[in-house]
């Protein structure tokens, strides 16, 4: 007999963010600037312009990062840096077309 498992809760998050209680995880500050390669203070400016997920406290003297935040921050970079190729290609092609068609 099989024993159910547990409906996972799933949580929005304020970024419209959808994930489960198996998918929250928690990412301190270290892990962050390594993912980044950010210094602290640019990570602190990126916070604090609404440009990066904000943190969460995780004591009383300590903060950390939603790691689905972060992950679906770092997504939406690669997708931004993928249409911009896409992009870039698009009008590359289209210009030699032209060249093509003026000789």
Do not use: Y
């Amino acid at each position: 007999m099989a024993i159910p498992s547990p409906a996972a809760s799933q949580h929005v998050m304020s970024s419209g963010l959808v994930v489960t209680d198996a998918t929250l995880a928690l990412m301190r500050r270290p892990k962050v600037l390594a993912l980044t390669g950010w210094s602290k203070s640019t990570l602190a400016n990126r916070v604090a312009d609404g440009n990066f997920p904000a943190p969460v406290s995780s004591g009383p003297r300590t903060v950390a990062w939603v790691e689905a935040e972060v992950a679906a921050w770092v997504a939406a970079r690669i997708r931004e840096r993928d249409m911009r190729l896409e992009k870039q290609q698009t009008c590359d092609q289209n210009a030699q077309g032209a060249r093509g068609a003026q000789a």
